[in-house]
């Protein structure tokens, strides 16, 4: 599992309130990802960063605010939830992969959280 | 647009049979790609990998083929068993600026019938 926890695990919460989600990682990795998953739809990333303090949008960060003060952790913030919003939530680290030629970046996920948002 | 997909959304198996798993790509610049599988309520779970300059990589009960002229890859799970029922998803890893992008399929489901 790459050493890779999210929280909390479950939250149902009402339209308009602000939500922050955790991702905490104990192995270092320079890259983080947060991603949603939802029926019809591959994982869709919504930000990611690059190192403390560094970050990126992804496909579908509107709504999403993300921030990173320390490597292990890794916060995503709904300013103001809505239903559309409601969603299973993963982060993932980025580990290389040793392949002959080289290596390749390779992506490994948390257990997930779902939300509800009514 | 460019996309990754699955030819089918579900796949049923007789236990102890073989099972396979398709995967279409239409990004030519993608030079990686990854095996998932998903099982209910949890996390993607890394199953296997290939590089462009392969075409084939065996693994534990698992094979990923890569047939880049037609940009299709499979995942062959030999002795199928109920272990493997879960969602099973193709990624594909590509350079986008100065980071490198994974693209997900939208799964296709297994179940392993007894």
């Known amino acids: 599992d790459a050493g890779i926890t999210q929280s909390p695990r479950h939250k149902v919460t009402e339209t308009g309130t602000p939500v922050t989600l955790r991702c905490h990682q104990t192995?270092?990795?320079?890259?983080m990802y947060w991603y949603r998953q939802d029926p019809g739809h591959g994982l869709r990333l919504i930000h990611y960063?690059?190192?403390?303090?560094?970050?990126d949008k992804g496909e579908v960060s509107d709504g999403y605010s993300v921030s990173r003060s320390k490597t292990e952790d890794f916060l995503l913030t709904l300013e103001s939830a809505t239903s559309s919003q409601t969603s299973v939530y993963f982060c993932?680290?980025?580990?290389?992969?040793?392949?002959?030629?080289?290596?390749?970046?390779?992506?490994?996920f948390g257990p997930g959280t779902r939300l509800l948002v009514l | 647009g460019e996309s990754v997909g699955l030819h089918l959304p579900t796949l049923s198996v007789q236990e102890g049979d073989n099972s396979i798993i398709n995967c279409a790509y239409s990004?030519?610049?993608?030079?990686?790609f990854i095996w998932y599988k998903q099982e209910s309520g949890k996390g993607p779970q890394f199953i296997i990998d290939?590089?462009?300059?392969?075409d084939k990589r065996q693994g534990q009960r698992v094979t990923v083929l890569l047939n880049k002229t037609v940009k299709h890859l499979s995942l062959q799970i030999a002795a199928t068993q109920p272990g493997d029922s879960a969602v099973y998803f193709c990624?594909?890893?590509?350079?986008?600026?100065?980071?490198?992008?994974?693209?997900f399929g939208s799964g296709t489901q297994l179940t392993v019938l007894p």
């Open positions: 290939i590089r462009s300059n392969m």
């Open positions: 192995e270092n990795h320079r890259y």
């Open positions: 960063s690059y190192g403390v303090k560094d970050t």
């Open positions: 990004n030519s610049a993608s030079d990686y």
């Open positions: 993932a680290i980025r580990a290389d992969r040793e392949h002959s030629g080289g290596t390749r970046e390779t992506q490994y």
């Open positions: 990624a594909e890893n590509r350079p986008s600026g100065s980071a490198r992008q994974l693209t």
